[in-house]
T-cell receptor, first 114, second 111 residues
Framework: DADVTQTPRNRITKTGKRIMLECSQTKGHDRMYWYRQDPGLGLQLIYYSFDVKDINKGEISDGYSVSRQAQAKFSLSLESAIPNQTALYFC?????????????FGPGTRLTVT | SQELEQSPQSLIVQEGKNLTINCTSSKTLYGLYWYKQKYGEGLIFLMMLQKGGEEKSHEKITAKLDEKKQQSSLHITASQPSHAGIYLCGADSGGYQKVTFGIGTKLQVIP
């Protein structure tokens, strides 16, 4: 079984709809991240969480919100989706106990907003 | 903020050829990570470098962090079609709390 899972894997939604992307991990890591990837722009950090009560904005948090329901679960919400939020979204985890930022990524969610 | 520039942006090589991908940082690198991504899929961790002059190898892939700690190179020896994908470098930033990523280098290996 995959260590970091994301659901759904693909989603098409309409402008203005609220949508939630979910991430679960079985690695026992305390840190979790949400990124989006766009062609030519690389990976951009949306939000990150160092534990259940510690959530921080990344570079591009506008239009997004997150919830860390448990150490193993971190969900990303688009309150009112817009076409320029069409992208590939990745969840990642890391272990603060290692002293480095080696991150483990989920398979990604391809989101299309029409 | 730290910026990472990868070169080349894309690369097409014949199977069996060697190749090098570079990652240059605007600031001193304290932790440098290399990942591989198959098209449209998640990133797979390859290697981490932390010390200037450090060199690590995994199968036919070798990564180095230069002495001045502002550049890293990824070298693939005798490339194979299985090496095809996007290679991304990432660097510790924000006091080791976050990783900044380069845009990536797209590698195609022609049989």
């Amino acid at each position: 079984d995959a260590d970091v899972t994301q659901t759904p894997r693909n989603r098409i939604t309409k402008t203005g709809k609220r949508i939630m992307l979910e991430c679960s991990q079985t690695k026992g890591h305390d840190r979790m991240y949400w990124y989006r990837q766009d062609p030519g722009l690389g990976l951009q950090l949306i939000y990150y969480s160092f534990d259940v009560k510690d959530i921080n904005k990344g570079e591009i948090s506008d239009g997004y919100s997150v919830s860390r329901q448990a150490q193993a679960k971190f969900s990303l919400s688009l309150e009112s989706a817009i076409p320029n939020q069409t992208a590939l979204y990745f969840c990642a985890t890391s272990d603060s106990g290692t002293g480095n930022n080696e991150q483990y990524f989920g398979p990604g969610t391809r989101l299309t907003v029409t | 903020s730290q910026e990472l520039e990868q070169s080349p942006q894309s690369l097409i090589v014949q199977e069996g050829k060697n190749l090098t991908i570079n990652c240059t940082s605007s600031k001193t690198l304290y932790g440098l990570y290399w990942y591989k991504q198959k098209y449209g899929e998640g990133l797979i961790f390859l290697m981490m470098l932390q010390k200037g002059g450090e060199e690590k190898s995994h199968e036919k892939i070798t990564a180095k962090l230069d002495e001045k700690k502002q550049q890293s190179s990824l070298h693939i020896t005798a490339s194979q079609p299985s090496h095809a994908g996007i290679y991304l470098c990432g660097a510790d930033s924000g006091g080791y709390q976050k990783v900044t990523f380069g845009i990536g280098t797209k590698l195609q290996v022609i049989p």
